[in-house]
């Protein structure tokens, strides 16, 4: 890795870059959509960043694409380390329970956590058909 850490450092600068603005378009879409009483914004990029990350990982371990370093550092710690977000996460849904709505804050933590749990699991089950059509 040391030989090629100039490398690394860029590309997961340049997938940081690009998976920071596409949070800032994607949250900011579903928050002027569906309004900001409720962190939707938030929950959509962490929920479509797990699913990403589930179809990602079957990919890697079917030694495709994502098996490079290169390509890991690129999407995975560059884009999906920017593109999700649990410091925003985290400051909501304390907002949401200083602010009194506690079942709201309640709520968001357990619909986060069961649907970017369900979408993980989702994006490496997609991804099974994918593989067997592309190793045949």
Same mark, same amino acid.
Do not use: D, K
């Given at each position: 890795?040391?030989?090629?850490?100039?490398?690394?450092?860029?590309?997961?600068?340049?997938? =940081?870059? $690009? /998976?920071?603005? $596409?949070?800032?378009?994607? =949250?900011?879409?579903?928050?002027?959509?569906? /309004?900001?009483?409720?962190?939707?914004?938030?929950?959509?990029?962490?929920?479509?960043?797990?699913?990403?990350? /589930?179809?990602?990982? $079957?990919l890697?371990?079917?030694?495709?694409? #994502?098996?490079?370093?290169?390509?890991?550092?690129?999407?995975? @710690?560059? #884009?999906?380390?920017?593109? @999700? @977000?649990?410091?925003? #996460? =985290?400051?909501?849904?304390?907002?949401?329970?200083?602010?009194?709505?506690?079942?709201?804050?309640?709520?968001?933590?357990?619909?986060?956590?069961?649907?970017?749990?369900?979408?993980? $699991?989702?994006?490496?089950?997609?991804?099974q058909?994918?593989?067997?059509?592309? @190793?045949?």
């Open positions: 890795m040391t030989e090629n850490l100039g490398l690394t450092i860029g590309l997961v600068a340049a997938g =940081s870059a $690009a /998976g920071g603005m $596409a949070r800032f378009f994607v =949250s900011g879409l579903v928050a002027r959509t569906a /309004g900001e009483m409720f962190p939707w914004g938030t929950m959509v990029v962490n929920v479509s960043g797990a699913f990403a990350i /589930g179809l990602i990982a $079957a890697a371990q079917h030694h495709l694409v #994502f098996a490079q370093p290169q390509a890991w550092a690129l999407a995975v @710690t560059g #884009f999906l380390g920017s593109y @999700t @977000t649990v410091s925003s #996460f =985290s400051l909501q849904t304390l907002a949401l329970a200083r602010s009194g709505h506690r079942r709201r804050a309640v709520a968001n933590v357990g619909v986060s956590l069961l649907l970017c749990l369900t979408a993980a $699991a989702s994006g490496l089950l997609v991804a058909p994918l593989l067997a059509a592309v @190793t045949q």
